[in-house]
C-alpha cells in the first residue's frame, strides 16, 4: 500500500511538475533545457540546496554531489523522451529511493529529520495543488 502511494505521489509531482514548466518562458526554457541535458548541472543544482537546507559540512557536500550525479545521469535517458509511459515512472522512482538511500547513509540524524520534515511539507503542498486543481477541473 505504501508503494503505491508513493507511485501516486512520484506521478503526481511529475505531472504538476511537467504541467507548471510546459507555460515557462524565456529565459526559465532555456535553464530547463540545461536541466534537462546535463546531470552535472541537475546534481550540481540539487547538491547546493542539499548543502544549504540541511546545512551539510564540505566533505558531506562533496559525497552528496557524487552520489547525485551518479543517479542523474542514470535517470538522464528518462528525461530525454516526450511524454513518459508509467513503467517509466516507475523506474524513476525506483532510482530515486535509490538515491535517497545513499544519501541517507551520509546525512547525520538530524539533517535526515529535517530531510523528511521538508519532504512532508512538499508532500502536503502538492497535496493542496493537486486538491485545487481538481476542484477547478483542471
Known sequence: MMKIKNIFIGTA??????????????RQDCFRELFRKSPETRAQVITMVMKNKLDMEEA????????NLKYAKLSQPYLKVEGM?????????????????ELKAILTPEQIKKTEDIRAK?????????????????
Open 122 to 138: 512538499w508532500i502536503n503542498r502538492l497535496e493542496t495543488i493537486l486538491t485545487h486543481l481538481k476542484e477547478n477541473n483542471f
Open 13 to 26: 509531482v511529475l505531472l504538476v511538475i511537467i504541467t507548471f514548466s510546459s507555460f515557462a518562458q524565456g
Open 85 to 101: 509511459a508509467m513503467e517509466n515512472i516507475a523506474e524513476l522512482l525506483d532510482l530515486n529511493q535509490k538515491r535517497s538511500t
Open 60 to 67: 558531506q557536500a562533496e559525497r552528496a554531489l557524487q552520489v
